[in-house]
């Protein structure tokens, strides 16, 4: 198995600023991934974290607003830039370990005011 | 694009078997079935997966028809702690590696 940790944990941010979360995997990893989780729905997997490169985004994601560092294997960053109250969602790392097995962070839980 | 059919809520006594559907009828051969639980406020938890056998671990059993268009996830004794909401998901081996796509899921609710 692995551990998981994400920072922060919560925060609540002014409309227009910008939240670095960051993501942090205790054992080898094969691949990184970053999840929204809005309020009272499933998880929408927002894009790719590529070590090196430039992050894979899903369809209705873009680089400019979710910026993604994978500097290393282990550590990657997502940040969530000029956000409003509609960017209020929980955002989750995810992280393949070995061939098949994909872990999840705890999350974490952010309130635009 | 979750692919996969699950009834929105069940519930089941503590210390019953919890048997949980989905189905996945256009599931490909190259394709497994996953499950994961999410408990209030927490990340998802993977509990089992598997491709075309019943496979059995310590959290849970899975039963994969032979048609492969549908699976049971089996808790044999829910406890209180089981609680959450659990999601079948079909994954493709290889290139889309752990790129999970997840519907609503099943609210399990364990009652005393």
């Known amino acids: 198995s692995a551990v998981i940790s994400q920072k922060p944990s919560r925060d609540i941010c002014q409309r227009g600023t910008s939240l670095t979360i960051q993501c942090q995997v205790d054992?080898?990893?094969?691949?990184m991934f970053w999840y929204r989780q809005q309020p009272g729905q499933s998880l929408t997997l927002i894009a790719t974290?590529?070590?090196?490169?430039?992050?894979?985004?899903e369809s209705g994601f873009v680089i400019d607003k979710f910026p993604i560092s994978r500097p290393n294997l282990t550590f990657s960053t997502l940040t969530v830039s000029n956000m409003s109250p509609e960017d209020s969602s929980i955002y989750l790392c995810?992280?393949?370990?070995?061939?098949?097995?994909?872990?999840f962070g705890p999350g974490t839980r952010l309130t635009v005011l | 694009d979750a692919k996969t059919t699950q009834p929105p809520s069940m519930d089941c006594a503590e210390g019953r078997a919890a048997n949980l559907p989905c189905n996945h009828s256009?599931?490909?051969?190259?394709?497994?079935v996953y499950w994961y639980r999410q408990i209030h406020s927490q990340g998802p938890q993977y509990i089992i997966h598997?491709?075309?056998n019943n496979e059995t671990n310590e959290m849970a059993s899975l039963i994969i028809t032979e048609d492969r268009k549908s699976s049971t996830l089996i808790l044999p004794h829910a406890t209180l702690r089981d609680t959450a909401v659990y999601y079948c998901?079909?994954?493709?081996?290889?290139?889309?590696?752990?790129?999970?796509?997840f519907g609503r899921g099943t609210q399990l609710t364990v009652w005393p």
């Open positions: 995810s992280a393949v370990v070995g061939v098949n097995e994909q872990f």
């Open positions: 054992s080898q990893v094969t691949m």
């Open positions: 974290a590529n070590q090196g490169s430039e992050a894979t985004y």
């Open positions: 256009t599931i490909s051969g190259n394709e497994y």
């Open positions: 598997g491709l075309k």
């Open positions: 998901i079909v994954r493709v081996r290889g290139s889309t590696l752990g790129r999970l796509y």
